[in-house]
């Protein structure tokens, strides 16, 4: 717990980190050859930043991940969920990210060099070209992690899911894996500027089954990992 007199102090200290640690992950991920392992320095470097910064970070259920391909979706609360989820995920995932990051100097570089997946969201043909980049992703056995909110919101909730998620798996017929992440809301959620101290948990529930077909097997797995989720992170679902 910090108290409060030394709330902004804190908040300048987690600030000023992230500039070291990114150019601390930036020489591994520009040098070394392998995927695999350019997301595996990427990851340590997020695990120091919230080890660096005295953020608690619990971590339960990571045995649940399935072994092969799958789809990880996660509840969005806070600019910190995906630095998070890269700290704990095995470097095998890749997250699918707005496009408009690909864009944003260096960090759009980094992240193309790690291997995540970019969709535009505002031209729905070259949409439906990513999403089927994500499809064969898939098929060749890779692990995607999706935020199908699509964004966060200052108030607090688990909102509508984006079906595309859903869609991918049930046409690949991979497992579900649903996330619950708590406490990124408090620390920089809610509209919030400066960052405040808490304590943070991610919990990965029990996977839902592959289930293939159209739409109904979609929304069925959209719609129950979007209860399960809110009920884990202890949010309604708005």
């Known amino acids: 717990m910090i108290r409060a007199p030394f ?3 804190w908040g300048l200290w987690a600030c000023l980190l992230v500039v070291p640690v990114l ?10 050859p392998g995927l695999p392992a350019r997301r595996a320095a990427a ?31 996660a509840n969005h609360a806070s600019y910190l969920d995906g630095p998070l989820l890269f700290a704990h995920l095995p470097p ?18 980094l992240l193309r060099r ?13 949409g439906a070209g990513d999403a089927r ?7 060749a056995g890779e692990a995607v992690a999706f935020f199908p909110e699509g964004t966060f919101h200052p108030e607090p909730g688990i909102a509508r899911f984006h079906g595309g998620a859903f869609a991918l798996a049930a046409r690949t017929g991979v497992p579900v894996a649903p996330v619950a992440i708590r406490g990124t809301r408090a620390i920089l959620g809610g509209g919030r ?8 948990a991610i919990d990965v529930l029990e996977p839902l089954p592959p ?20 009920a884990a992170a202890g949010e309604p679902l708005a």
């Open 133 to 139: 980049r994500i499809l064969r992703a898939l098929e």
């Open 43 to 73: 990851g340590l470097a997020c695990r120091a930043w919230f080890v660096l910064s005295g953020i608690p970070v619990a971590r339960r259920g990571i045995e649940r991940l399935p072994a092969g391909a799958c789809v990880i979706v």
């Open 23 to 32: 150019l601390v992950a930036a020489l591994p991920i520009l040098l070394f």
């Open 193 to 200: 500027a400066w960052p405040r101290w808490s304590r943070i």
């Open 211 to 230: 289930a293939t077909g159209a739409g109904d097997a979609a929304n069925a797995l959209r719609d129950a990992a979007r209860e399960r989720i809110g």
């Open 114 to 126: 790690l291997g995540h997946h970019f969709v535009e969201r505002s031209n729905r043909h070259e």
């Open 7 to 9: 709330r902004p102090a």
């Open 92 to 109: 095998r995932f890749g997250f699918v990210i707005k496009k408009e990051a690909s864009r944003a100097p260096l960090l759009g570089f």
